[in-house]
């Protein structure tokens, strides 16, 4: 007769189920091969220490997402199209960049 491996009172570590399962919590009793291989496994498991490349990949999605919320949350109120552009150019070197438009320009 097969013994198996309970991890829990109800719940056997290769999966099967019954109510006549023989079982016990002493690895040494046990004959059933799933499940030493079953607990095998979770024992021999390594420990990563290294993250994998979908994790670095959500941490820079993750980062870069938080960077631009805080871009558009300290971002100046928004200027109209003609008033940025006028900025942009009064930012250039020279005085003749001003905008052209209805006014004379008295520096071209």
Do not use: Y
Not at 71 to 77: G, L, Q, W
């Amino acid at each position: 007769m097969v013994i198996h491996f309970f991890t829990s009172p109800e719940n056997v570590a290769c999966g099967r189920t019954g109510s006549s399962l023989n079982g016990t919590q002493d690895m040494v009793q046990v004959s059933c091969k799933l499940c030493l291989r079953t607990v095998e496994k979770q024992a021999d498991a390594p420990a990563r220490k290294t993250p994998s490349l979908a994790e670095l990949r959500a941490a820079a999605k993750a980062e870069k997402a938080a960077a631009a919320a805080a871009e558009v949350a300290k971002s100046t109120p928004a200027l109209t199209p003609r008033a940025e552009w006028q900025k942009r150019l009064e930012q250039l070197p020279g005085r003749n960049r001003l905008p052209r438009g209805v006014s004379r320009q008295t520096f071209i």
